[in-house]
């Protein structure tokens, strides 16, 4: 039997040694790459890597500063700071963020459109880790509804923060105006604030900001894996805003305020020795507390579409024609330029015919022969138009300009009105047209181009008052810093000097006093006991073919928007000025019945909180003036008061 041998096969034996220096070069060289990149991010990106780590655990919150407080001139408080809680998200904290905006919209009552506030913040430029506020000023129940489910919201939080208060509701609402959250355009401008900051938007909120905001704080905290506040690592201390003391009488303000209640219109009353704004009411007004918390849509469409425009500032946005207010201009740029003397007569028999048309005195059987005096205290229409005539109506310009009309008053308050005060040469430029002299006349009687503002006329109401010294407007007395101390004032500020004579002035005062204290004078109701004020009645046509309207129709019975504008210029005490008002009620048809009652409770009130003070010798003497009697005129004809003008 044969034997099997194995045959030996000589198959050589791989080495080793290269797949093991192969295998090292490779362990090595991924170290190697491993170490690099470690020695990059811990060593070369460690400040960046060390800001993102802690960015994840750390979030900086800026803390906003409690706005100044703004106080009336007694130093009553108008407006304050109070807590208010809002709630904020952070997006990228919440693991399924359209569950998160679903609970929370159901815990705010669905008044609060999350997504929409994120996706705006969005489009806004939101940096990352950024919280987004969703809603401010949370009722109690809300609040206790997101504490209670914190758990169920990862990435909300609840924030205190300071809400600004107005104590009084709509009291100067138009003045003090409001804020609301930073927008776009105004982080732009004002490159210090951020996202969800609060800024003054309107009035002296908006004007006065810079003193008002004060330098918010911070806090750096610490914030677990879904973002809810675990402790507070450190806080930067706020600085809290100036405060504004204002001209302002709270007691006068209310006054006015509840005189004007349920009429559109404007009162601004005014200190004739320095143009301080003792009182500013624009009718009817809007809430600013509305603004505070974020305007809500249905409530912004309500205020826009709401046909008596709130939002409007009558007091230096609306503009009318003066009406009979303008005659006091008429006589004084009269006897200032020698066409008119204390004893120019005319002869009103119910109109004039000029340019072949007859232009109507507001009495239709006509004054008879009257003088000047008696032309202003019976609001003489016919007497007017001739004095317009003679005086043109680039001399009647020159004179509305030197007393302020058609030129801003320098109020500081946003978009204010210049009016218009006509002449040729503005006829021209406006209209590419020349001035008919008949066009003169509806100017003399405070109609046709002519329109002003409410505070203009108080401005032309305190010249008349002071002597011919026309003061810019001003409403904030000072601020205070933080010490209590005054950190800044407003002195007077004179704008215009105007040289009228003495005697033209007593004159004319003295006729305004027989508006509302003489027999057939048109402005009664203004009177009060002890105290002499001086008026003048104006009434502000608004459908000039009235007629052809509601032919046959008694005023009272018009429709309401066409009846006419009724103002009252006023101020008192005559021996020594300390208050001056104009008083609009718009279609409230003549100044004596409609206005003359407001500006009579504004100033019983007035003079209730500052007696009048004793007359000066030099007013004293000007008083003394003579001045045409009236009684023959008036005696004829005593229900002229009953039709005043």
């Given at each position: 039997?044969?034997?099997?041998?194995?045959?030996?096969?000589?198959?050589?034996?791989?080495?080793?040694?290269?797949?093991?220096?192969?295998?090292?070069?490779?362990?090595?060289?991924?170290?190697?790459?491993?170490?690099?990149?470690?020695?990059?991010?811990?060593?070369?990106?460690?400040?960046?890597?060390?800001?993102?780590?802690?960015?994840?655990?750390?979030?900086?919150?800026?803390?906003?500063?409690?706005?100044?407080?703004?106080?009336?001139?007694?130093?009553?408080?108008?407006?304050?700071?109070?807590?208010?809680?809002?709630?904020?998200?952070?997006?990228?904290?919440?693991?399924?963020?359209?569950?998160?905006?679903?609970?929370?919209?159901?815990?705010?009552?669905?008044?609060?459109?999350?997504?929409?506030?994120?996706?705006?913040?969005?489009?806004?430029?939101?940096?990352?880790?950024?919280?987004?506020?969703?809603?401010?000023?949370?009722?109690?129940?809300?609040?206790?509804?997101?504490?209670?489910?914190?758990?169920?919201?990862?990435?909300?939080?609840?924030?205190?923060?300071?809400?600004?208060?107005?104590?009084?509701?709509?009291?100067?609402?138009?003045?003090?105006?409001?804020?609301?959250?930073?927008?776009?355009?105004?982080?732009?401008?004002?490159?210090?604030?951020?996202?969800?900051?609060?800024?003054?938007?309107?009035?002296?909120?908006?004007?006065?900001?810079?003193?008002?905001?004060?330098?918010?704080?911070?806090?750096?905290?610490?914030?677990?894996?879904?973002?809810?506040?675990?402790?507070?690592?450190?806080?930067?201390?706020?600085?809290?805003?100036?405060?504004?003391?204002?001209?302002?009488?709270?007691?006068?303000?209310?006054?006015?305020?509840?005189?004007?209640?349920?009429?559109?219109?404007?009162?601004?009353?005014?200190?004739?020795?320095?143009?301080?704004?003792?009182?500013?009411?624009?009718?009817?007004?809007?809430?600013?507390?509305?603004?505070?918390?974020?305007?809500?849509?249905?409530?912004?469409?309500?205020?826009?579409?709401?046909?008596?425009?709130?939002?409007?500032?009558?007091?230096?946005?609306?503009?009318?024609?003066?009406?009979?207010?303008?005659?006091?201009?008429?006589?004084?740029?009269?006897?200032?330029?020698?066409?008119?003397?204390?004893?120019?007569?005319?002869?009103?028999?119910?109109?004039?015919w000029f340019g072949g048309r007859e232009y109507h005195c507001w009495r239709k059987h006509g004054h008879g022969s009257i003088a000047l005096h008696n032309a202003i205290v019976r609001s003489c229409d016919v007497y007017f138009y001739n004095v317009g005539q003679h005086l043109g109506v680039d001399?009647?310009?020159?004179?509305?300009?030197?007393?302020?009309?058609?030129?801003?008053?320098?109020?500081?308050?946003?978009?204010?009105?210049?009016?218009?005060?006509?002449?040729?040469?503005?006829?021209?430029?406006?209209?590419?047209?020349?001035?008919?002299?008949?066009?003169?006349?509806?100017?003399?009687?405070?109609?046709?181009?002519?329109?002003?503002?409410?505070?203009?006329?108080?401005?032309?109401?305190?010249?008349?008052?002071?002597?011919?010294?026309?003061?810019?407007?001003?409403?904030?007395?000072?601020?205070?810093?933080?010490?209590?101390?005054?950190?800044?004032?407003?002195?007077?500020?004179?704008?215009?000097?105007?040289?009228?004579?003495?005697?033209?002035?007593?004159?004319?005062?003295?006729?305004?006093?027989?508006?509302?204290?003489?027999?057939?004078?048109?402005?009664?109701?203004?009177?009060?006991?002890?105290?002499?004020?001086?008026?003048?009645?104006?009434?502000?046509?608004?459908?000039?073919?009235?007629?052809?309207?509601?032919?046959?129709?008694?005023?009272?019975?018009?429709?309401?928007?066409?009846?006419?504008?009724?103002?009252?210029?006023?101020?008192?005490?005559?021996?020594?000025?300390?208050?001056?008002?104009?008083?609009?009620?718009?279609?409230?048809?003549?100044?004596?019945?409609?206005?003359?009652?407001?500006?009579?409770?504004?100033?019983?009130?007035?003079?209730?909180?500052?007696?009048?003070?004793?007359?000066?010798?030099?007013?004293?003497?000007?008083?003394?003036?003579?001045?045409?009697?009236?009684?023959?005129?008036?005696?004829?004809?005593?229900?002229?008061?009953?039709?005043?003008?």
């Amino acid at each position: 039997m044969a034997k099997f041998h194995a045959k030996r096969q000589n198959r050589p034996v791989p080495k080793l040694e290269p797949r093991i220096a192969i295998l090292t070069a490779a362990i090595i060289t991924v170290l190697g790459l491993v170490s690099v990149r470690l020695y990059y991010l811990q060593v070369m990106q460690h400040h960046q890597m060390s800001e993102l780590a802690d960015r994840n655990r750390i979030r900086l919150h800026r803390v906003p500063a409690p706005r100044g407080l703004v106080f009336d001139l007694r130093h009553r408080p108008l407006v304050d700071t109070q807590p208010t809680f809002d709630a904020e998200i952070v997006p990228e904290d919440s693991p399924n963020l359209s569950e998160t905006i679903e609970r929370l919209e159901g815990y705010l009552g669905g008044d609060d459109h999350v997504a929409d506030k994120i996706a705006a913040a969005d489009e806004e430029g939101r940096p990352p880790y950024e919280p987004v506020l969703v809603a401010e000023r949370l009722d109690w129940p809300k609040v206790v509804a997101l504490e209670a489910h914190q758990l169920e919201l990862p990435g909300v939080s609840l924030e205190i923060t300071p809400g600004r208060h107005y104590l009084y509701g709509r009291l100067a609402a138009h003045l003090l105006g409001y804020v609301g959250e930073v927008s776009r355009e105004d982080l732009i401008k004002q490159t210090a604030y951020h996202m969800g900051d609060e800024i003054g938007k309107f009035g002296l909120e908006r004007g006065w900001e810079p003193f008002l905001r004060g330098q918010p704080g911070g806090q750096e905290v610490e914030v677990d894996a879904v973002g809810r506040r675990l402790r507070v690592l450190r806080e930067m201390p706020d600085t809290p805003g100036e405060s504004v003391v204002l001209t302002i009488d709270l007691d006068l303000q209310q006054t006015a305020e509840q005189a004007l209640q349920g009429k559109n219109g404007a009162l601004v009353a005014l200190d004739p020795n320095n143009g301080d704004i003792l009182a500013m009411v624009s009718y009817p007004a809007f809430d600013p507390d509305v603004f505070g918390a974020g305007v809500k849509s249905a409530d912004w469409r309500a205020l826009m579409s709401n046909a008596d425009h709130p939002l409007q500032n009558r007091v230096i946005q609306g503009t009318y024609p003066p009406g009979s207010t303008f005659k006091v201009l008429d006589s004084i740029a009269g006897l200032q330029e020698g066409t008119l003397n204390e004893d120019t007569v005319y002869t009103c028999g119910g109109g004039i015919w000029f340019g072949g048309r007859e232009y109507h005195c507001w009495r239709k059987h006509g004054h008879g022969s009257i003088a000047l005096h008696n032309a202003i205290v019976r609001s003489c229409d016919v007497y007017f138009y001739n004095v317009g005539q003679h005086l043109g109506v680039d001399r009647l310009a020159h004179w509305g300009n030197l007393f302020g009309f058609g030129n801003k008053t320098g109020v500081d308050l946003d978009n204010e009105k210049a009016g218009v005060m006509p002449s040729s040469a503005w006829k021209q430029k406006r209209y590419h047209e020349r001035w008919y002299a008949a066009e003169t006349l509806s100017v003399a009687i405070g109609q046709g181009y002519v329109a002003v503002t409410p505070l203009q006329l108080a401005q032309f109401a305190a010249m008349i008052a002071n002597g011919g010294i026309r003061y810019r407007p001003q409403f904030v007395k000072e601020v205070e810093g933080l010490d209590g101390g005054v950190a800044r004032s407003y002195p007077p500020i004179v704008e215009q000097r105007v040289d009228i004579g003495p005697e033209n002035l007593a004159f004319v005062r003295n006729a305004m006093a027989d508006v509302v204290n003489g027999a057939g004078g048109t402005a009664h109701k203004a009177q009060l006991p002890g105290i002499t004020v001086c008026a003048k009645t104006g009434t502000a046509q608004v459908v000039g073919n009235k007629g052809s309207l509601v032919a046959g129709e008694d005023e009272d019975k018009m429709p309401e928007k066409y009846r006419d504008h009724a103002w009252l210029i006023a101020f008192a005490p005559k021996e020594h000025p300390q208050i001056a008002i104009a008083c609009l009620v718009e279609h409230g048809g003549h100044g004596g019945a409609a206005s003359a009652p407001i500006v009579h409770a504004v100033m019983q009130r007035f003079f209730e909180l500052h007696p009048p003070a004793p007359p000066t010798p030099e007013l004293t003497e000007d008083d003394e003036t003579p001045r045409p009697a009236i009684a023959h005129v008036l005696e004829d004809d005593p229900t002229d008061a009953v039709e005043e003008r």
